[in-house]
Nanobody, 122 residues
Framework: QVQLVESGGGLVQPGGSLRLSCAASGSITSVYTMRWYRQAPGKQRELVATITGGGTTDFLDSVRGRFTISRDNAKNTVVLEMNNLKPEDTAVYYC????????????????WGQGTQVTVSS
């Protein structure tokens, strides 16, 4: 059983900052690429940021330069630092990861967290 648990969402004024954290726990062999997605009301879920096991990062164009993503491989955690937040950043943010687990054999599965609400409003 593997779980991804997010924390750190909340209400912030435009121009403010928030830090989202996600911790993977359970019967984990290895954690590969970790990602943050977001979904605003009435919109499709979109990929916001990605970090590979080796630390290579990539960002949605609209957040590039404002958001950073980092990870702690020893703790199986990923952090999304969000700066200069805008109202259009308002969404539920989801952690996502590719994780190797041992079932009958070793397999790599994709897991989701439950989501955390980020609201940017004055």
């Amino acid at each position: 059983q593997v779980q991804l648990v997010e924390s750190g969402g909340g209400l912030v004024q435009p121009g403010g900052s928030l830090r989202l954290s996600c911790a993977a726990s359970g019967s984990i062999t290895s954690v590969y690429t970790m990602r943050w997605y977001r979904q605003a009301p009435g919109k499709q879920r979109e990929l916001v940021a990605t970090i590979t096991g080796g630390g290579t990062t990539d960002f949605l164009d609209s957040v590039r330069g404002r958001f950073t993503i980092s990870r702690d491989n020893a703790k199986n955690t990923v952090v999304l630092e969000m700066n200069n937040l805008k109202p259009e950043d308002t969404a539920v943010y989801y952690c996502n990861a590719d994780i190797k687990v041992r079932l009958v054999t070793f397999v790599i599965r994709n897991y989701w967290g439950q989501g955390t609400q980020v609201t940017v409003s004055s």
